[in-house]
C-alpha cells in the first residue's frame, strides 16, 4: 500500500536488512522525578536501545476531570477502578522536562521522540525537532490527529493494537494522503501485560506483505522471549517499557523490564538477527572444518589383493576420509585391486575395474 520499505529515524536507516531498531518506552515510569528519568535514558543508552519514547500529554489534553462510570477504569486491567484524569495525572510527563531529556540522550548518541495525543503536543513536539512521532494503538483511530501528525512532514510509527485491518488501512491510507512519506507499523496487542497466546506474530509478515513498509513491535509481554520471536519473523522495530525497578510502583512498572533485562534483550536481538542471515545451502568455513566427522566407506579388516569386498569387511563409519555411504551396495562383491590394510578409508583406486565407474564419476575425495 505504502511500498517504502525503508524509512530514517535520526542518523538510523530503519528496513528489513538493516539492524533492528530498538526503542525504550519510558512512559510513566520516571514517577514523576526529573532525575529518574534522567537515569532511564542513562540505564537505557548502556543497555544498547538505539531511541528513548516518551509521552506527551496532560490529564486536560487527553481526557476531562469527571467521575462518571466513562471515566473509571474498569475490569481487565492493572489500573481497574482508577479515575482516568487521576491516572493520567500521575502519568504524563512533565512538558518542561522534554526538550532537557532529549538534550540529554541526544548527547549519548540516542534518538528521543514522542507520541502527540492532541494537536498542542504536535506542535510543541515540532519546537523541540524531534525526529520521529508515534502514533499509540489507542490513537490510531484519531483521524483528525494523524492528518495533522502526517502533516509535519516526520516519519510516523503506528502501533496497531486493537485495530482492525479497515482501520489500520484507513489510519495509513489517511497518514498518505496528508503527506506522509515515512511510515512503519508495530504489531501490537493492547493488554496491560499481554498474554502470550493473544501475541500472534505472524501477522507481522503479513503487514509486511499488505503495506510494505518497516514492520515491528510494541510489546507489552512480561520477558524478552517474543521480541526475539519477532525479530525471526522480520521485525525491524522493537519497542519495549522499561524502567528502574518494578520493585518502584508505577503505572507501566509491572509489565516493564528492568535495565539488566532490557540489556538482555537487546543482545538476545543482535544475535537472532545475525543468525538470519540468507538464504544459503553452501557449506561454511566452518562447516568445511567438520566434514571430516562424516561418515565414510573404510575396510575394517586386512583385505588381500583380489579379496572380494563384504559387509564384514567394509563398513560405513566415521571420520569422512573415504567413498560416501550410497556407494556401499555397489562396492560389496567387487574386488580389491590391492592389498588393504584395516582402518584404511576406501577410495576408487582400491576397487578392481569397478563397473560403476560412471556412478563415481566427479566424486572428490580428501584421499584420491
Not at 514522542?114 to 503536543?121: N, V
Not at 505472524?202 to 520471536?229: F, K, N, Q
Amino acid at each position: 500500500m505504502a511500498n517504502n520499505s525503508k524509512i530514517r529515524i535520526g542518523k538510523s536507516e530503519i528496513g528489513v536488512e538493516t539492524p533492528v531498531y530498538i526503542i525504550a518506552e519510558m512512559s510513566a515510569n520516571h514517577n514523576q522525578n526529573f532525575d529518574q528519568a534522567v537515569q532511564l535514558i542513562k540505564a537505557a543508552k548502556e543497555a544498547g536501545a538505539d531511541a528513548i519514547k516518551l509521552q506527551t500529554y496532560t490529564p486536560d489534553t487527553i481526557t476531562i476531570d469527571c467521575d462518571n462510570g466513562c471515566f473509571r477504569i474498569g475490569k481487565g486491567t492493572i489500573w481497574e477502578g482508577k479515575n482516568l484524569y487521576e491516572l493520567y495525572k500521575e502519568a504524563y510527563t512533565p512538558w518542561e522536562w522534554q526538550p532537557k531529556l532529549k538534550e540529554i540522550a541526544n548527547g549519548l548518541g540516542m534518538d528521543l521522540f514522542s507520541t502527540p495525543f492532541d494537536k498542542t503536543a504536535v506542535d510543541f513536539l515540532q519546537k523541540m525537532d524531534v525526529p520521529a512521532y508515534k502514533i499509540a494503538s489507542f490513537e490510531l483511530v484519531d483521524i483528525p490527529l494523524i492528518q495533522y501528525v502526517a502533516k509535519a512532514g516526520k516519519p510516523i510509527i503506528m502501533s496497531t493494537g486493537m485495530a482492525t485491518l479497515a482501520e489500520i488501512d484507513e489510519a495509513v491510507t489517511t497518514a498518505i494522503e496528508a503527506g506522509c512519506q515515512e511510515i512503519a507499523l508495530l504489531k501490537c496487542t493492547s493488554a496491560y501485560p499481554a498474554p502470550y497466546e493473544e501475541m500472534n506474530l505472524r501477522t507481522i509478515c503479513h503487514m509486511a506483505e499488505r503495506y510494505g513498509v518497516p514492520i515491528g513491535l510494541s510489546d507489552h509481554t512480561l520477558g524478552i522471549a517474543v521480541p526475539v520471536a519477532a525479530v525471526t519473523l522480520g521485525a525491524c522495530i522493537v519497542e519495549k517499557h522499561f524502567c528502574l525497578s518494578r520493585a518502584i510502583p508505577g503505572p507501566d512498572s509491572a509489565f516493564s523490564l528492568e535495565p539488566h533485562e532490557l540489556a538482555a534483550m537487546v543482545e538476545a536481538i543482535r544475535a537472532a538477527e545475525k543468525s538470519l542471515g540468507k538464504v544459503a545451502y553452501d557449506i561454511t568455513k566452518r562447516e568445511n572444518a567438520s566434514r571430516v566427522f562424516r561418515r565414510s566407506l573404510f575396510v575394517v579388516k586386512d583385505v588381500n589383493a583380489g579379496d572380494e569386498f563384504t559387509a564384514e569387511n567394509v563398513r560405513s563409519i566415521r571420520p569422512g576420509s573415504g567413498l560416501p555411504p550410497k556407494y556401499f551396495a555397489c562396492i560389496i562383491g567387487s574386488h580389491a585391486s590391492q592389498d588393504i590394510p584395516r582402518g584404511t578409508p576406501l577410495i576408487r583406486q582400491f576397487i578392481e575395474n569397478p563397473p560403476f565407474q560412471d556412478n563415481l564419476k566427479g566424486e572428490k575425495q580428501n584421499n584420491e
